[in-house]
């Protein structure tokens, strides 16, 4: 998974001033030159090797202008072996390598590409039993802040209705003392009619999607929680 910086930084510009020309490798560039800022990083829960890259991944520039510089500023773990490839810059395309990428480790990049604050970019790749290789934009600190607070404001709402429905469901089977396998079977057995029967079982599937439901809607709350944010750039 990447992230894109929202803050980006405008090298040169030579709007606004007719005498002013802006070269790079010898080649003239009429638009402005900027910045920013890339995290990249393994968001799964497997580590993914070289030899598990089914197609190159790479992040290219929305616009097709292209990437005048790339250097990478951060690794979580120097054993990464992180690497770019700049070999298709003129095209606006970044190869991006690596030896492994554990759970959680990555790089951050700072990319200088021909073209303004509105250029976008996109990732491609295949990776074996990985998403694919996606890009977001980070929101500004203050927007990121809030989505953060409602993430926690959501996550203390769901787990509230979720341990007050576990309660309600043991005092539910003890009540009805279907607690454990014996206690439905000993309820199963009491009832001697085929409704009787029906009943207890189809409450027990009920008590059952409950909890399995609780606890899978608290489980991904908390996996988005995570994964969303980048080590380096949340």
Not at 126 to 134: H, M, P, W
Not at 210 to 217: K, N, Q, S, V
């Amino acid at each position: 998974m990447a992230q894109v910086h929202p803050s980006r930084t405008i090298l040169v510009s030579s709007e606004g001033a007719q005498d002013l020309s802006i070269y790079a490798n010898e080649k003239l560039i009429k638009g402005p030159v900027t910045s920013a800022q890339i995290s990249i990083w393994n968001a799964g829960t497997k580590p993914i090797k070289a030899e598990d890259i089914l197609e190159k991944i790479q992040i290219k520039n929305s616009m097709n202008t292209p990437l005048l510089s790339v250097r990478i500023l951060k690794t979580t773990r120097a054993v990464s072996k992180f690497k770019t490839d700049m070999s298709e810059a003129s095209l606006g395309v970044l190869g991006i390598g690596f030896q492994i990428l554990e759970k959680g480790d990555g790089a951050l990049i700072q990319l200088t590409y021909e073209g303004g604050e509105k250029v976008t970019f996109t990732g491609s790749g295949v990776i074996v039993g990985q998403n694919a290789f996606e890009i977001t934009s980070l929101k500004n600190a203050k927007d990121s802040s809030q989505q953060q607070t409602n993430y926690n404001s959501w996550a203390r709402k769901i787990g509230g209705v979720a341990f007050v429905t576990f309660l309600a469901t043991i005092i539910f089977l003890l009540s009805w003392g279907l607690l454990g396998p014996e206690g439905i079977r000993k309820e199963f057995i009491k009832h001697n009619s085929v409704l009787g029967k029906i009943i207890v079982l189809v409450q027990a599937i009920i008590i059952t999607a409950i909890l399995l439901t609780a606890g899978y809607f608290i489980y991904n709350i908390f996996q988005e929680i995570i994964k969303n944010y980048s080590p380096f750039l949340a």
